[in-house]
Each structure stands twice: as structure tokens, then as C-alpha cells.
């Protein structure tokens, strides 16, 4: 359907569901963070993005279970954190205080 210049959609939702699981800890945080990976069987990639979408961090990380990210040196906000697997993209997010 089209009124005037808006579009609807029929999209009830979507289903998705990453082959990579991870949890990131603690939330919020001071001084570190840490990405703990349930079954990471090859190199990924994450990157620490600030609300303006401004990259601060960016790393690679190869068949680690836990990755200690330091975040001391962040300035205090919400933080995403983009975690690159395969052709995935995984955003978590976390509070910098």
C-alpha cells in the first residue's frame, strides 16, 4: 500500500539467528570489557563504535574463547561493539561509565 509518500510494509518481524554466539561482560563497565565466544572455530573481527558510528577500537581475534578488551582510556557513553564472523555482523552494545 502507498499514502502519499509512505510505503508499508507487510514485514511482521524477522528471524535471525548468528552461527557465532557471544556475550559480552560486564555491562556496564569502567576499566574492560570481555567477549566471550561460545564456539569460535576461525578468526573474527571486532570493532568498538562510538554512537556517532566513529570506529575507536578495531582488532582481530584468532580461535580465542575469551578476549579481554581494555576500555580505560573510552571516554564515558554507549559503545557498540561489531563482531565480524564470516559474512555475519553481530552488535552488542554496552555502557562506558
Do not use: C, W
Amino acid at each position: 500500500l502507498q499514502n502519499d509518500s509512505t510505503i508499508y510494509s507487510a514485514v511482521s518481524g524477522i528471524n535471525y539467528r548468528p552461527s557465532l554466539k557471544v556475550k559480552l561482560y560486564p555491562n556496564p563497565a569502567r576499566e574492560e570489557i570481555f567477549l566471550f565466544f561460545y564456539d569460535l572455530s576461525s578468526r573474527t573481527t571486532y570493532r568498538i563504535v562510538r554512537s556517532n558510528g566513529s570506529v575507536v577500537k578495531m582488532e582481530t581475534v584468532v580461535k580465542e574463547k575469551t578476549t579481554r578488551i581494555p576500555i580505560h582510556d573510552l571516554a564515558n557513553g554507549y559503545y557498540s561493539v561489531i563482531v565480524q564472523y564470516r559474512n555475519e555482523l553481530i552488535a552488542l552494545a554496552f555502557l562506558k561509565y
